[in-house]
């Protein structure tokens, strides 16, 4: 009776580290970024809850200048993650069937970056998580709101 014990309790153990071990909702292993708010992680297109990043095809102006702000958004978000690994946490799927996740490089959160900098948008229509952020890149001249530029939304009713 004493031996079942403690093979009970050493294959419950061993369940419980390999559960541990393995948890995190997304590891990332392979990972290719498609715009500022989208990746593909391990083969699976996650988009980024709370924010909207301009499109790749968007331009802002600064100074008479021309600034390809979606690209911006998303070498910002390469340059970012790096080598370093990215996990997500999901919180659904949309509309598209793409998972809905906040993601994480080192404990930072890649949306939060993105808004500190001024390259996405609390996206208010869906969630009320990054508005101080915003706040926080607006006063400061951050990114876009150094810039003249459309709000991504009314630049894809658009275009």
């Known amino acids: 009776m004493y031996l079942n014990k403690i093979k009970l309790f050493l ?4 369940c419980l580290i390999f559960f541990f071990l393995t948890y ?3 590891k990332s292993y392979e990972i290719k970024i498609i715009d500022g708010d989208t990746i593909h992680l391990n083969n699976e297109k996650i988009r980024f809850t709370g924010i909207d990043t301009p499109e790749l095809k968007q331009t802002c102006n600064k100074n008479s ?11 910002l978000l390469i340059d970012k993650i790096g080598k370093d690994k990215v996990i997500c946490v999901r919180e659904g799927k949309d509309q598209y069937k793409r998972t809905l996740a906040e993601c994480f490089v080192n404990d930072l959160s890649l949306s939060r970056f993105l808004v500190r900098e001024g390259y996405a948008f609390a996206y208010r229509k869906y969630s009320k998580k990054f508005i101080n952020d915003e706040e926080f890149a607006k006063k400061n001249n951050m990114g876009m709101w ?3 530029f459309e709000y991504p ?6 275009n």
């Open 24 to 26: 995190n909702d997304v």
């Open 146 to 148: 150094s810039m003249n």
């Open 65 to 75: 200048e021309i600034i390809y702000c979606g690209i911006k958004a998303r070498q």
């Open 153 to 158: 939304w009314d630049w894809r009713k658009k």
């Open 11 to 14: 294959v419950i153990s061993i």
